[in-house]
Nanobody, 123 residues
Framework: EVQLQASGGGLVQAGGSLRLSCAASGFTFNDYTIGWFRQAPGKEREGISYVRFADYNTVYADSVKGRFTISSDNAKNTVYLQMRSLKPEDTGVYYC????????????????WGQGTQVTVSS
């Protein structure tokens, strides 16, 4: 069974950094895309980044471009989101998701979802 679990969230001051992890089981990354999403209370879930393992193409939302980096350790079946220069508006629940042989930045592009991890950025 495909399973994903996001972790690494916490409380950080504005300007600080956090690294989130997405641990995958039940599949290997070949032909999959792993995406990161976030959701603030009362807001739609927002796609912020993905990595397409067919060619290691990476994409970032404008809101995080230049500050966040997606990476992976394939031997550990883990995808990371390194978040730098965090802003209060980055606060939200962060999720990782997987989709097979496709890609995108919309919730509907993804089939498998992990639990969220809370990120809170104080000013």
């Amino acid at each position: 069974e495909v399973q994903l679990q996001a972790s690494g969230g916490g409380l950080v001051q504005a300007g600080g950094s956090l690294r989130l992890s997405c641990a995958a089981s039940g599949f290997t990354f070949n032909d999959y895309t792993i995406g990161w999403f976030r959701q603030a209370p009362g807001k739609e879930r927002e796609g912020i980044s993905y990595v397409r393992f067919a060619d290691y193409n990476t994409v970032y939302a404008d809101s995080v471009k230049g500050r966040f980096t997606i990476s992976s350790d394939n031997a550990k079946n883990t995808v990371y989101l390194q978040m730098r220069s965090l802003k209060p508006e980055d606060t939200g629940v962060y999720y990782c998701a997987a989709t097979w042989r496709t890609w995108g930045m919309e919730e509907s592009d993804y089939t498998y979802w992990g639990q969220g991890t809370q990120v809170t950025v104080s000013s």
